[in-house]
């Protein structure tokens, strides 16, 4: 698996799904995209307290957005803890 994940020409080829997630993150709720590169290098995921002071939402539009990234899939909060729920989406954020 790492080695696939870490050939650069399995990003090449997953760029579209890559560009179609982040363009989806564009859209709708304000901030989602602020909120995924926060999220990007805490595989292990951040609290809500710490997304807020990172991206300097108010906690209503931060609510919204994770909100509107969970529907998509994107994120997941497990035990209090919000991270990218697709680990290779997330190291592609990282690469940009």
């Known amino acids: 698996m790492e080695a696939v994940i870490n050939n650069p020409e399995f990003f090449q080829r997953g760029r579209y799904y890559f560009d179609g997630v982040w363009g989806q993150a ?3 709720a ?3 995209q602020a909120i995924v590169q926060v999220l990007a290098p805490h595989p292990e995921g ?3 307290d710490t997304l807020a002071q990172s991206t300097g939402m108010n906690d209503t539009n ?3 957005a994770l909100n ?3 529907r998509h899939d994107v994120v997941e909060e497990i035990q209090g ?3 990218i729920m697709v680990e290779l989406f997330r190291r592609w954020v990282l690469q940009q």
């Open 30 to 32: 304000e901030g989602q």
């Open 68 to 70: 509107t990234l969970k």
């Open 26 to 28: 564009a859209r709708g």
């Open 46 to 48: 951040l609290s809500l």
């Open 62 to 64: 931060l609510q919204e």
């Open 81 to 83: 803890s919000w991270r």
